[in-house]
Every structure is written in C-alpha cells, then in structure tokens.
C-alpha cells in the first residue's frame, strides 16, 4: 500500500505560506523570474516537483537540470506558476504533517533551519560539497508528508506520536509503522521522478548509513548530522545538538565547526524571533 | 364529425377508458349515492371523492383536475358559486352536473355557466357514458387547439436550436433539420440509431454521470457543454440542454436534447479555454496555415473554407503516429490548436519539440487536394506548456513564429515579453512627448570627409533625443515607436528646424535625413519649402538624403518635391544603396547627385571580396552618371584605403569623427 501510495504522486502541493505569496506575485505587474524564485525556493515541496517537471524527457534538455534557478528559465514564468498553484495533489496529500504533530509553517522553518544550518558549517571546510548538498538538506523531509498520509490512513496517529515522544529515532518509529524511513520514500520518489543522481543517492541512505557506499558516506554523513540537529520533533534543542555532535564527533568531523555553526545558527533566530 | 357510427355500450366504456387513463375526476356527491359511484369507477380510473363544496375547493388545489362532476344538493345554488369559482381558476376545467329536481332554474344556471353536461338523476350507464363521451370529445378538441400553439413555438425554437428527442433506451426518435446539418447526419441515418453514436471519447466520465443523474434520477433538466462527434469523425462542442419530458404522472417519456446551433462556431476557441482550465496541466499547440490571407485574397470565401476544413480534416493525419492528439481546434483565419494533458504526452517520453518538427515536415512534405486543386500548406507552428495563461502564450508565441519566420517555437512566457514590450513602446511614447515639448529633440552632426583633399566638407544632421534623465537615446529606439503615436512628423519638423539653424555656425554643405513618408505629408513639405525660402542664401548647401521606401503611394509626388527643391539648390543624395529596397531603375527618376552606399557593404569591405566588388560597382555607375559616392560606416584605416583605392568621393565614420552637437 506504501508503494501505491508514493505512485500516485505526481506533484507535491505548495504550503500555504508559499501560496500566499504566489497570489501576490500573480498580482503584481512586474513577473521577475528573481522573484518567483526567492518566493519558491523557500518551499521544498514546490522545489521537488519543478525539477521533476524540467527534467521529463519531454523536453530533453541537454543536461540534468539540478537548480531551481534554471528550471524556471527553461520552463517560463507562468509554467513555473503552474505548478506551483497546480491542486491535483491537493486531495491526496495535505500539507500539514498531522502524524509528527507539525504543521506546515513549522515545517518550512525546519526545512529553512536545516539548509541554513548546513550552508554555516560545511562552508567552513568544502564550498563545493556545500553547493553540492544545499538542495539535499532541504529536500530530504519531504518524504514525511506521505509517511503522514499512510499514518493517518491506517489509524494509527496515537500510538505513532507516542512512539515518535517517547523515541529519540526518527527513522526507527517510521520503519516500525510503515516498514520504510522519510530518506528512502523521498529518494524513491526523486528516482521516479527522474531527478540527478547524486541528490537521489545523498538522500537515499540518511537514515542507514551502515548500507551507505563510500562514495556517498561523507554526504549522507553531514545529511543525517543536519537531520538529527534540526529533526521535527525538537530541533535544535539542547539534546538534538548534542546528539548531533555526538554522532559528528563518530563520524570523524571537526566539531569546532559544526558548534561554530550552531551557535550562528541560534543568534539569527534570536534576532529573527526579537524582530 | 366525431362518433358518427352508433357504438355499443360497451365499446364506449371501452373508449372512455383508454382516455380517461390520463386524467383525474373530482366527484362532488354532496349526499352519498352507491349507485351513482359505482358507475362512474366503470368509466374513470382516478377519482377523487368531495362530501361537499368546501371539501370540493381542497381536493381540487391538492389534485390536477380535468373534469369535475357534481351532484347537486336540494339547495344548489352554493354549488353553482363553487362551480364559478373553480372555472375562475381553471378556464378549461369540463364540468358535469347531476341533479335529482326538475327545475328550470337549474338548466339556466347550467347555460348561464357554461356547464358541459347535465344529467338528471337516477340514470343508466348508457346515459352516463353518453354525456361522458361528449365531454371527452370537447376535451381532445380542446387538446388540439393547445397543441397547435406549442408547436407554432416549438417551430420558433427548431429554426434556431439544434435539437434531438431520445426514448428512454436512447434511441434517437427524433431529429431536425439543424441537428442533421451540424452532425452530418440525415434523419434517415440517425433515427432509431443510439445516443451513444455522437459520443465524443473526450468528454469526461463524470460528464455521463452527472448528465444521467440529473435527467434521470432527479427528472431534471441538465446543462453543460458537450463535445459531439460528427458523422464524419469532426468534433464539434456545443452549450447542451436535455430536458426530461413527463406524463402527467410524472413518469418520464422521452429526453429533448437542446443545444443553440449559432454557438457552434465560435465553440472552438471556449471548448479549447475550458478544457485549458480544467487540465492541470496542458501542452497547447497554436498553428497558423502560412500566407492564408493571400489564400484569402485569390480564392473565394467557399473555397477558402473548404481549404481550412479539409486541412482541419488531414491535420490529424500529419501527427506523427506516436502520439495522436485527438481533437483540432478551429480557431478561423487558418489557425488551428492542440491540446492534450501534460501528464499523458509525458508518459510516452517523447521529445516534444522532435515530434512537432516531425509534425511541421510532415505538412511541409503534404499536398492537400480537391476540386482539382492543389494547395501546398506550410505551416507555423508555436507551442506552450503549462496552465495560467497558456493560450495567451501560444497565441502570443505564434505571433512571434510568423514575425520571425521560424516553423517552431516553444511559446512559454511569450505574452509576458509582449506585454513588456507594449509597456515599454508606451514608455517611450511618453518619453517622445515629453522631449518635444522640452525641446530635447536635438540634432547632433558628424563630419563628411573628401578623400582627396582630406577636408571635411559636409556634415550629416542626426537626430537624437535626450531623455528626463539626460541620456542620449539614438533614433533607433524612438523613431519607429513615435510612428504610433503621431509624433513622427513633429520630430521630422523639429530635425528640419534645428538643422537649417546650424547653417549659421558652419560653411560646409548640410546632409538631412527626410524619408518618402515624410515628403507625402503636404505640411511637411510646407514645411520644407517654408525653410527654403527663409533660408534663400544658404538652400544651396543643403543636401536631403532620401530614405527609400518600399511603401511609395504616389511616386510624381515625390517627383515634383524632388525637383521642386533642386531649383533651390538642393543636392538630393540617395541613402543606403546597395541594399533593401534601392535599384538603378528606381535611382535615376530620382535624378541624385549623391550616393550614400550602405554602411553593411563598407564595414565588410575588408574581408568580403562580394561586398568589395559590389561597390566597385556602384562607384563605376556613379561616375558614368556623373553622380558622387559617400561611404559610411568607415572605421579604421584599413576600409578607408580600400575606399580611396576604389575611389569614393567622401568618406563619413568613426574614423573621422563621430556625431557631436555643434
């Protein structure tokens, strides 16, 4: 039923906040691509389905198309639009993640958090391996909003929140439930979709590293160490933090800079939540 | 004319009760009498017992009464106010009045309101079914008399509306002439025929369900557009009404199918809109026959439509198999569209634009035939993706193709840029209007060499403006546009003014750039004679450097300007020669003194042999003629040693000075 479920996504929807925005844009007399794209690139459910669209085999562009800044060149403004005001998914999927008790406003600053969080340390030591795993970061929840459907499908919300209370693993709750983890359902679907390899295969494995081929690890690696810090339960609380430079520190990272980055990370949403 | 032959007793009933079937009886018994109920259930199937008047009243408005029989009480003159009443209500309400007394009075009553029947009590069946008949025959007449005014309107409404009648299996059984036309249909063709044989594949499912709903379950009419198959495979959509039809049981005998026939040609274009919108997402192919209003033009308007309906008919046939759009949409003038979902052309992984190009090759390579004549179409292809205004981009886009020339593009955006530019030529309309009225229409002048004596002997007037920023915007960005909005002639005006000016701070001769458009404007040309005549001394120095034109109305208009002004001194010098639109022929009624040879041939003169042997050319001529040559565009030394070699009178460019305000 699982795999039923993620066949029959064609488009993921846009969250609300990002719809608002839409609207607005629509409105405006002046349609700068600049815009459009600060306005979706905010919003990882949006994201994942344009570059899913721009790289059908329809249009057969040359090369992979890997940024959202270039899919909305290639597709056009009001294409771009399209999709992002697109309601087919709508019934199937909604947008907020009632099973992990999160609504979508939480999950878009979760998902920002996370892409902030890895921009701040992996700059520190790979400004190519940055670029390289921005979109990664913030896509790699999107998997959750099925993993909800099912959840709630099956009837099983309580017991599900309770287990996601009471258990620090994520993914080890979500593989008891649904015999599958948010890393996998969102690489299943990205493959589907026919979206570049290396964003499929840095995702893929977040959630079993011990399974991760070497060429990955170091990836999957920081993927998972940005997850479990700003995972939807409590990011960036006291435990998470220490859980992720537990898990860094394994790993064999320089934890001076994920700690660098952390407290960055703290002094912005402090003056973002004094504003 | 009616029951001429005596019937039997019992045929009567026998007719009374097939026609009784369809309607309901009051019965009035005011004092009750078995004898008299019992007969009238032998004749009427529905009866509706009253115990009195007032009894009578309420069961009336609860039930459709056609014919009311009223046994009158001993005291029948509330009877008969009743009976009033009632009739007041329903005019064609058929009333039988039974009545134990033999009294006058009653009959007068009777006569005085238009009773249909009397009977006096006790009587026979024989009676009963006697007077019953005759009612019955009144009601058929009466019958009739409403059915001819329903179909007087009926016939109002066939001549307009295409319409069609089903039984309850959807058997067609009935059709008329408009609907035959549209379908292509004849009536023998399609009566009897189901329903189901105009059904168009496209329509969705939830379409028949919804329709068969509304009509069959809840006995209502249903609206909505449907696509309809022709007889021959052509699609057409049309604004539907079906309406249940009942019995007076409200039990449904037939479905009326309307649909207004005048909608079916504008269809197209709204059937493809809404289908735009209730898509997610669509592909929209835009194509437009190349040159169809010469087709226009050589054929007549018969034989122009059947090139775009037979062309409509073959385009599915020019797809490419792999993927079969199933509907042409008809959008006049040679344009036809496209559309199928996004979702299903993407499952196929086809390349859109291979298929497509495939599309546009296989028209290019077709002749299409008939009457014994032969069309070989090309067509313009433009193609959009998406949702939120779709149309608007492919249509923009097909502008674009047929501007470009191209066969294909992929329209997406286009309306933005189109929008963007009109927003833009507005802009610079403004920015027009404003400069003249500031003065900030201004003329900057570039030098004029003689290659042999190395002096600058000329200059060339070229107009500028100066916008509210102070920025220097060349013609090429202003001139076109404020063709739109009428203020070409006042910058033209302008340029004249400040050009004749500058002939006080110099001593050379003075280039102005006037084009054919300009000369036919009489007050430009007064304009011109105007500033001739003020400037009498000094008309000797100035050179009008002609623009042509492929547009020339009436060419001895420019004649006599041409040699109106030669009589004052005016050089005339004939601008960019050795391309667009200028030839010899053309060249000497112009009767010129000066040639400028076009900056294009002079800036490749280096490296282009063909450019070089152009104008050697075009030099040898001039001389023969007795005719100067100036080269513009000349850039660096290496153009102006070539030009001295071939021997070109003056040379004007970058080499030797750039357009400056004197």
């Known amino acids: 039923m699982n795999e039923l479920l993620y066949e029959k996504i064609d488009a993921l929807p846009p969250l609300p906040r990002t719809l608002l925005e839409l609207e607005e844009f629509k409105r405006s007399s002046d349609k700068e691509p600049e815009t459009l794209l600060e306005i979706i690139n905010h919003d990882p459910l949006i994201v994942a389905t344009i570059l899913k669209i721009a790289n059908s085999a329809m249009f057969g562009f040359k090369s992979h198309v890997e940024t959202v800044s270039r899919a909305i060149h290639l597709l056009g403004i009001n294409f771009t639009l399209s999709i992002a005001f697109s309601t087919s998914i709508k019934n199937t999927i909604k947008t907020d993640l009632v099973a992990y008790d999160v609504n979508s406003d939480a999950f878009f600053e979760i998902t920002s958090m996370s892409s902030a969080l890895l921009l701040n340390w992996v700059s520190q030591f790979d400004t190519e391996l940055k670029d390289e795993l921005l979109l990664p970061a913030f896509l790699q929840e999107t998997g959750k909003f099925l993993i909800s459907e099912i959840i709630m499908e099956q009837n099983k919300k309580e017991s599900f929140s309770h287990d996601l209370h009471t258990n620090d693993d994520i993914a080890n709750v979500e593989k008891k439930y649904v015999n599958t983890t948010t890393s996998e359902i969102t690489a299943s679907i990205f493959k589907k979709w026919n979206l570049h390899e290396k964003l499929i295969n840095s995702i893929e494995y977040v959630d079993k590293i011990e399974s991760c081929p070497n060429n990955y690890l170091v990836s999957t690696q920081i993927l998972n160490i940005v997850k479990t810090i700003c995972n939807i339960e409590n990011p960036l609380s006291p435990k998470s933090i220490q859980q992720g430079l537990e898990k860094a520190k394994s790993f064999g990272f320089n934890t001076l800079h994920l700690e660098n980055a952390i407290q960055e990370i703290q002094k912005k949403l402090a003056l973002h939540k004094s504003t | ?305 059947q090139v775009e309906r037979n062309f409509a008919y073959n385009l599915i046939s020019y797809l ?171 910058i033209t005006e302008r340029v004249l003014e400040n050009s004749f000016k500058i002939l006080h701070k110099i001593n050379t001769e003075l280039s102005i750039n006037i084009s054919v458009t300009d000369i036919e404007k009489t007050h430009t040309r007064e304009k011109i004679y105007w500033l001739l005549e003020e400037y009498k001394k000094d008309s000797h120095r100035i050179v009008f450097e002609l623009l042509e034109d492929e547009n020339v109305n009436d060419f001895t208009v420019i004649k006599d300007f041409i040699r109106h002004v030669k009589q004052r001194g005016v050089k005339i010098a004939i601008d960019d020669f050795g391309s667009g639109y200028s030839n010899f022929e053309r060249l000497l009624e112009f009767e010129p003194d000066i040639l400028k040879i076009d900056g294009s041939l002079i800036r490749n003169i280096v490296h282009d042999a063909y450019s070089k042997s152009i104008v050697e050319t075009i030099v040898l001529f001039a001389k023969t003629q007795n005719i100067k040559t100036i080269a513009e565009y000349v850039e660096n030394e290496h153009i102006f040693n070539i030009l001295n070699e071939l021997g070109v009178d003056y040379s004007q460019g970058y080499y030797f000075g750039k357009p400056e305000a004197l």
Request: proline share 2%; aromatic share 12%; with cysteine.
């Open chain 2, 1 to 305: 004319m009616y029951q001429k032959k005596v019937l039997s007793v019992s045929k009567k009933i026998d007719a009374i009760k097939e026609f009784s079937n369809n309607f309901t009886v009051l019965y009035v018994q005011n004092k009750p009498d078995k004898t008299i109920l019992d007969k009238l259930e032998t004749l009427f199937a529905h009866i509706v017992v009253a115990e009195n008047e007032k009894d009578a009243i309420k069961e009336f408005l609860k039930h459709d009464i056609s014919i009311m029989i009223v046994n009158l009480p001993n005291e029948a003159s509330n009877a008969f106010s009743t009976i009033k009443k009632l009739k007041s209500l329903k005019h064609n309400l058929f009333i039988l009045v039974l009545s134990s007394q033999e009294d006058t009075n009653i009959l007068l009553h009777c006569i005085e309101h238009n009773i249909d029947g009397y009977i006096h009590t006790p009587f026979t069946l024989e009676v009963l079914t006697k007077e019953i008949l005759k009612i019955i025959n009144k009601y058929k007449l009466e019958l009739k008399k409403y059915q001819s005014y329903a179909n007087q309107y009926l016939k109002l409404f066939e001549k307009r509306n295409m319409i069609s009648k089903t039984d309850l299996n959807g058997t067609i059984t009935y059709v008329n002439d408009i609907f035959c036309k549209i379908s292509g249909y004849s009536k023998k063709e399609i009566l009897g025929k189901n329903h189901n044989i105009l059904k168009h594949d496209d329509n969705p499912i939830e379409l028949y369900k919804n329709l068969w709903d509304t009509i069959k379950v809840k006995k209502k009419p249903w609206k909505g557009l449907v696509k309809n198959r022709s007889k021959f495979d052509t699609t057409y959509a049309v604004e539907t009404i079906i309406t249940p039809i009942k019995n007076l049981d409200g039990e449904i005998i037939d479905f009326v199918a309307m649909r207004d026939s005048l909608d079916t040609s504008i269809d197209d274009k709204r059937y493809l809109l809404d289908r735009i919108e209730k898509n997610d997402f669509s592909i929209l192919v835009m194509m437009q026959i190349d040159e169809f209003e010469l087709l226009d033009k050589f054929y007549n308007p018969l034989t122009v439509n």
């Open chain 2, 320 to 490: 490419p198999t792999t993927y079969t759009f199933d509907y042409i949409y008809t959008l006049g003038d040679g344009k036809f569209a496209l559309l199928t979902d996004f979702q299903s052309f993407e499952a196929t992984q086809l390349n859109i634009e291979t298929y497509l190009n495939e599309f546009v090759n296989n028209v290019k390579n077709s002749t299409l035939r008939f009457d014994d004549l032969e069309f070989d179409l090309n067509i313009s292809v433009s193609y959009a993706i998406g949702h939120y205004m779709l149309y608007e981009d492919a249509k923009a886009g097909l502008e674009h193709t047929m501007e470009k020339k191209n066969q294909l593009s992929f329209s997406n955006d286009l309306s933005i840029s189109v929008s963007q530019e009109a927003k833009n030529n507005l802009n610079m309309i403004k920015t027009v209007k404003i400069a003249l009225e500031n003065y900030n229409i201004v003329s900057y002048f570039q030098p004029i060499f003689n290659n042999q004596s190395q002096m600058i002997e000329k200059y060339e007037s070229l107009v500028r403006l100066i916008d509210e920023k102070g920025d220097i915007i060349s013609p090429f960005e202003f001139l076109h546009i404020s063709k739109k909005g009428n203020y070409y002639t006042k």
